[in-house]
Structures are given as structure tokens and as C-alpha cells.
């Protein structure tokens, strides 16, 4: 039976209803009244915030259009929705990017996989699953192909190397965003494009030195019409532009070609420039001789004309040609990033190189010497190109950039596919950038930098789920309850029993992660860890895991590694074992991080010590098919772990189009109507319901 007076109280179980003198019965109108006054003012300061938000918004969007005159191809990425970020203003600017086949370079490194030409796409993909691969929270444009990253003060600038048209390398130009915090992003038009003689083949790598007195110079590679790599130099039409919409490119370029004894296409990729003692400016350049790859040093006053010094910063027998050299100071002593000109007895120094051979990044530590522009590592056996790798999955063409505002260095790497070409083109998009990182010198170990996301992307964190102890046995698997896998921030730590590690078997045997035969490979102290992006039955699944080696003298060797193997049913896909060593020292129980974000996952390791980046391209994990287990594959040894899993919200990328100059003056004039019509619109809204609870009352 229908209520006729739904807004009295319920009845009793007697049938009878509670009532009050008729004073009181006046009470729920001043009730009512009071709510509604109490409403009518939050709801005005939250119609005026509305208002104010859409003015703002309005205004950002209608300063990025009006401070360039000059529209270029646009960029249209898309958008998975609003995060919250963190404002700073910033400094320093850099820029990193590989090549492609004409140069020997090629981004897929291999065309055929399991026999499926790469021009073919196989089955089973549909658009559902190439939609999923798309990411949530990492950067890339919305079509085509892209590498690349830059920065700039005041906002974090993004100029990456992209082809307008199409998913493949090719016509390279330079994209352009900007951030306040690093994780969501407004795209602006084009940067630069191949138009003069010295470019006419490509913009590629450039980085970009502040000077004193706060203007921007740029330096970058240029592939001219003879395909010869010069160095060419360029600056902001306008420094007081916030946005760097336009860029000149000096009349003289290019300001540097290929030295004698250097072959027209092994000189490329100019680095951030740092000042000297005597107040020049100082630059290296990548290059090879035969097979020994080979940083070249130059010195400048005004970035026009230039001495190269004697020798080399560095050079490494049988690495081959060093692109994207990186080259900066990291504290002993402090948790903080330093500027790329600091020294002293304080400070060690990082050489980074990609090796163009292997598509690898390496780096190391030593000892950087100003009077004659060299660099000495402090362990040889790992020295650059042959030891220590930034990350052992898929991560190329890094850089780093000084950010002042929080005293902090952040790498940025670029992060290519591993599936078809064919798949690339039926996306119409490829590659992506690694979530930026902050770079730490590992006291403890002196040996390790510390890579680790940005605090930023903590921002995107929603509801968080903590598992604590879970006993993991022997051969067993345990399901973790946390909704939808697609997109997670993992923390977890493993505890072991550390009787079950004495009485471990030694073995001669040399583990690798390449060869150890992945996480279904049982041993007697692993491997363990996570599966990411797996389904229900486990057909598909993404083991990231430590595995204990103990040779025959006991002693104990940490591997962290994760295995592609079982990670895709498709066959055009790449289905590698990644990982290396990671240092665990005494005391240390073993942790990881995983940010899981679709069709990439980033692993940390003991604090950032190694770090694997891979793509994973799952047909079934999918959407809310992609589950979360606990493994133990170690038969000798039992593992608790500690867990919190956070699903991720998506970061906001603002798509850029041709249309958006229509917009801006609508927006702009829109944004006072927006403001007034906010609140009337409340306004009327609880007139209505006054009127209602009026009339509903004299029943009463």
C-alpha cells in the first residue's frame, strides 16, 4: 500500500503514529527552514566555485591559444578523466630521443614474431582489447608515434619527438606539453617542425641550457638533406610566453657538424649544458669510433662558436655508438637532487648512455675531472655500456632534468611496444614515456642509483586496500581482493624464514632471470613475489617476482625479474623474461613497487635499486577480468607478505584541436553567464523545494 504522507514518521507496530503538542508540531517547518538556509549558502559558494572554475578554465585555456599567432598541426590526446596534482615552478630543461631505420634504428626490433609477419594483424585482437591497451595515467598522444621529453621553468614542458603522421618512426617533428605537476597535461601545437635544410630529415634530440639571466637557449640534432648530423641552435620567440608556443631557429644553424675522424651520421643528441670554473659553457656529445663508444666534449661562451677539447669525456671498447648522453651530479651526503654544474668532493658524477647496439640504457658512477673534461668511473668492471642498466625491461633514450623548486633530479625515459606493427597501425598510436622518476645516489650500497615515482603520482591514488601478513606457502597461490587490475599502484613486502635460508642447498649453478625459466621454474628459495594483469584461471598472468640464489660457498644472491611468458594468448607479442641482480643487504627484508597501468608495468625493487619496465598485451586480463595473487614457487621456504594495493584514478590530458580557436572566445564569454546562471539555477532549484515543503507542511 502506497504512503499518502510520505514526510510523517513511520507508524508503530500498533497501527498508531507518534505525535506532540501543537507547539511542537511547528518544529519541522523551522526545521526545514534551517536546512534550507544552511543549503542555500553552501550550495551558492559551491555554484560561485563552479563558476570561478569555468572562468579559470576559460581564461588558462583561452591564454594558451592567444599567445601563439601561428597554428601548427595540433595534438589530440585523450583524455580518461580528472586528478588532482601539485602546482611548483621548476628549473632546467632537457630533452632525449632514439632514431629510427633510416639511421639503423629501427623500433621494432624485430617484424616477425612466432612466425606472424608484422604487417598482419593476427588473431584474436579486437578493438575492445587494443582499446584497454591504451594508458590511464602515463603519457602519450592519442595517435601516432611518439619518444622524447623536455622541461622548462615554471612549468614541467614536455617537447617530445612525434610523428604527425603515422604509428610508425618517421616525419619527426617536436610535440609539445605542459604540466603543473607531471602526471596531467595540456598539449600545445607543434613545437618545431623539419623545414630548413639542416632539420630537413628530422628534429631530433635536443636539450636546453638557462642562463643566467633567465633566457633559453636550445641546442639540438638535425638531420639535413645530405643526411649528416649537425647541431643546430634555437630559442624562445617570446621568454616572457609562459608556454614557449613559438620557437626561432638561429639564422647561422648549424652551429656544430661532424669532427674529423667521425663519420656524418655518429654525432648527435647535445646534452644540457653545465658552466665551468672560468665560466664557460660546457656541452658532450654522443658519438663512436669503430665499435668504442665515445662522449665528445665542447666548450662555448655563447653557444655559437665553439673549442672542442682533447680526447673525450669518456669512451668504453666494443659498446658501440652512444646516443642520449646524460651526464649530471648526484649528492653523497644529501637527499637531493643537485644542478647539473654543481662539483666538489661532495658530489659524484653519473654518465648515462643508450646504447643505439642493444637499445639498452646504462650508467656509472665516478670521479669528473673540469681541468681536461674527462670522467673516470670508480669500478671499471662496471663501467658505462657494460654494468649497471637504468631499467632491464623496455626503456630507452632517457634523460634526467634539475628541478629546483623541489630540489630534486627526475629521469624520464621513453617506453616503446611489444607487439606487432601491424596492431600499432590498427591503434593508430605507439610508445609512450615511463613515469617520471626521482634519481638518488644509494649510499649504502655506493654502487646504485635509486629510482622512484614521483610524489606526484600518489595524487591518483583512490581507495587503498592493506593485506597484512598473508602467509604465502610453499607451491601455492593466494587471490587479493582489489576490484579491477588495469590500474594499481602495488607496495609489498616479503619476509622469509630465515632457518629455511641456512638450510637451503648450495648450487654452482649461475641463476638469470633470461634463463632461469621464469616464475613456473620451482626452487628451493623461489621464486615469489606478484601476478599482475591476470585472469581468474590464470591463463593469462604477469609474474613479477624475487627469486634467491645460493651458490656452493652459501653465499646469497637476490634476483628480481618479471616473466612475459604466460602474459598474452596472442602471437604477435613480445613474450621476453626480463631482470638482473638486485643488492639486498643485511637486515633488508625484500620489497617491490608495481604501477600497473594497462598495457605497462613498472617495477621497483628494494627502493628503486633495479627497475623493469614492460608491456604487456593481455586478450582475457582485461578490464574487470585483470586480477591480483600472491605466488610462492620456492619449495623449501615459506614467504609473508605485507600488501597495500591503491586502484588509480586517470590522469587529465587535455586534447588541443583545430577547433579550440573557435572555442576560446565562446569560452571567455561564456565564463560571466557561467558565474551568474550557476547560482540562479540553485537558486530556483531551492525555491521549488521551499514551496513544496510549504504546501506539504499544512497537512502536517
Same mark, same amino acid.
Given at each position: ?17 507518534? @505525535? ?82 633510416? =639511421? ?28 584497454? =591497451? ?21 612549468? !614541467?614542458?614536455?617537447?617530445?619527438? !612525434? ?16 604540466? /603543473? ?14 623545414? =630548413? ?17 633567465? /633566457? ?7 638531420? +639535413?638533406?645530405?643526411?649528416? =648530423? ?18 626561432? /631557429? ?20 647535445? @646534452? ?16 663512436? %669510433? ?9 666548450? @662555448?661562451?655563447?653557444?655559437?662558436? !665553439? ?25 653523497? +651526503? ?17 654518465v648515462k648512455v643508450s646504447l643505439d647496439d642493444d637499445r639498452h640504457d646504462y650508467y656509472a658512477l665516478g670521479t ?31 634523460? *634526467? ?35 617520471? %622518476? ?8 655506493? *654502487? ?16 587503498? *586496500? ?119 643487504? /643485511? ?114
Open positions: 500500500m502506497v504512503d499518502t504522507k510520505p514526510l510523517l514518521p513511520a507508524s508503530n507496530s500498533d497501527g498508531s503514529y507518534l @505525535t506532540g503538542s501543537r507547539v511542537n508540531s511547528l518544529k519541522p517547518i523551522k526545521v526545514y527552514l534551517t536546512i534550507f538556509c544552511g543549503l542555500l549558502t553552501v550550495g551558492l559558494f559551491a555554484a560561485l566555485l563552479i563558476g570561478n572554475y569555468w572562468s579559470d578554465n576559460a581564461r588558462i585555456h583561452g591564454s594558451l591559444a592567444s599567445s601563439t599567432s601561428k597554428r601548427t598541426h595540433p595534438l589530440r590526446p585523450v583524455s580518461r578523466g580528472p586528478a588532482q596534482g601539485v602546482s611548483e615552478k621548476t628549473s632546467g630543461i632537457w630533452a632525449g630521443v632514439s632514431r629510427g631505420p633510416a =639511421q639503423g634504428v629501427s623500433e621494432k626490433p624485430s617484424r616477425v614474431r612466432a612466425g606472424v609477419p608484422g604487417n598482419i594483424l593476427p588473431e584474436p585482437w579486437n578493438s575492445t582489447m587494443l582499446e584497454w =591497451q591504451r594508458t590511464s595515467f602515463h603519457f602519450q598522444p592519442e595517435k601516432n608515434w611518439m619518444n622524447g621529453p623536455l622541461f622548462y621553468n615554471g612549468w !614541467y614542458h614536455f617537447f617530445y619527438q !612525434y610523428n604527425p603522421n603515422g604509428a610508425v618512426w618517421g616525419d619527426i617533428v617536436w610535440g609539445h606539453a605542459v604540466s /603543473k605537476d607531471l602526471i596531467n597535461w595540456f598539449h600545445l601545437p607543434l613545437a618545431m617542425v623539419a623545414d =630548413q635544410w639542416y632539420d630537413k630529415n628530422g628534429v631530433w634530440t635536443g636539450s636546453a641550457t638557462i642562463l643566467p639571466d633567465g /633566457k633559453i637557449v636550445m641546442l639540438y640534432t638535425g638531420s +639535413t638533406t645530405e643526411a649528416v =648530423q649537425v647541431q643546430n641552435l634555437a630559442f624562445p620567440a617570446n621568454h616572457s610566453d609562459p608556454f614557449l608556443i613559438d620557437w626561432v /631557429k638561429y639564422h647561422g644553424n648549424p652551429v656544430l657538424v661532424p669532427p674529423p675522424g667521425i663519420y656524418k651520421k655518429d654525432f648527435r643528441d647535445p @646534452t644540457t649544458a653545465w658552466l665551468t670554473s672560468e665560466g664557460k659553457w660546457r656541452i658532450t656529445i654522443g658519438s663512436k %669510433r669503430d665499435k668504442t663508444g665515445i662522449s665528445l666534449v665542447y666548450d @662555448t661562451k655563447d653557444f655559437i662558436n !665553439y673549442e672542442m677539447l682533447e680526447g673525450e669525456l669518456h669512451a668504453v671498447s666494443g659498446t658501440g655508438m652512444w646516443e642520449c648522453v646524460d651526464f649530471f651530479p648526484v649528492s653523497k +651526503t644529501e637527499e637531493k637532487g643537485l644542478d647539473t654544474s654543481i662539483n666538489g668532493p661532495e658530489v659524484k658524477h653519473v669528473y675531472h673540469e681541468k681536461n673534461g674527462s670522467w673516470i668511473p670508480d669500478l671499471p668492471e662496471i663501467d658505462v655500456g657494460i654494468g649497471i642498466r637504468y631499467d632491464y625491461g623496455i626503456f630507452y633514450a632517457s634523460k *634526467t632534468f634539475y628541478d629546483q623548486n623541489k630540489n630534486r633530479r627526475v629521469l624520464w625515459g621513453w617506453i616503446g611496444e611489444g607487439d606487432s606493427e601491424a596492431a600499432d597501425m590498427e591503434k593508430g598510436w605507439a610508445s609512450l614515456q615511463s613515469i617520471p %622518476r626521482t634519481i638518488l645516489f644509494d649510499n649504502k650500497t655506493g *654502487t646504485n642509483l635509486l629510482q622512484w615515482p614521483v610524489e606526484e603520482i600518489e595524487s591518483l591514488r583512490l581507495n587503498g *586496500t592493506e593485506f597484512e601478513k598473508v602467509e604465502v606457502k610453499a607451491g601455492s597461490v593466494v587471490p587479493l581482493d582489489v576490484g579491477p587490475g588495469s590500474q594499481l599502484d602495488i607496495i609489498a613486502e616479503f619476509e622469509i624464514d630465515k632457518e629455511a635460508l641456512k638450510k637451503a642447498t648450495g648450487s654452482n649453478i649461475t641463476f638469470s632471470c633470461q634463463t632461469g625459466g621464469g616464475a613456473a621454474k620451482i626452487g628451493a628459495l623461489g621464486p615469489f613475489g606478484i601476478l599482475v594483469l591476470a585472469d581468474e584461471s590464470l591463463s593469462e598472468q604477469t609474474p613479477v617476482y624475487f627469486y634467491i640464489a645460493k651458490d656452493s660457498d652459501g653465499d646469497l644472491r637476490t634476483f628480481f625479474c618479471t616473466d612475459l611468458s604466460r602474459s598474452s594468448k596472442a602471437p604477435d607479442v613480445d613474450k621476453q623474461i626480463f631482470g638482473s641482480y638486485v643488492p639486498v643487504l /643485511k637486515d633488508e627484508n625484500l620489497s617491490l613497487r608495481v604501477l600497473a597501468d594497462h598495457s605497462i608495468v613498472e617495477s621497483f625493487a628494494q627502493g628503486g635499486r633495479t627497475v623493469i619496465t614492460s608491456r604487456i598485451y593481455p586478450t582475457e586480463a582485461i578490464n574487470g577480468a585483470s586480477k591480483v595473487f600472491l605466488f610462492n614457487n620456492a619449495t623449501e621456504t615459506c614467504v609473508t607478505a605485507s600488501v597495500k594495493i591503491w586502484q588509480m584514478d586517470s590522469a587529465f590530458i587535455r586534447p588541443y584541436s583545430d577547433d579550440d580557436d573557435d572555442k576560446d572566445d565562446d569560452d571567455r564569454k561564456s565564463s560571466a553567464p557561467c558565474l551568474l546562471l550557476c547560482p540562479i539555477n540553485y537558486i530556483v532549484s531551492c525555491v521549488t523545494c521551499l514551496y513544496f515543503i510549504y504546501h506539504v507542511s499544512k497537512f502536517s
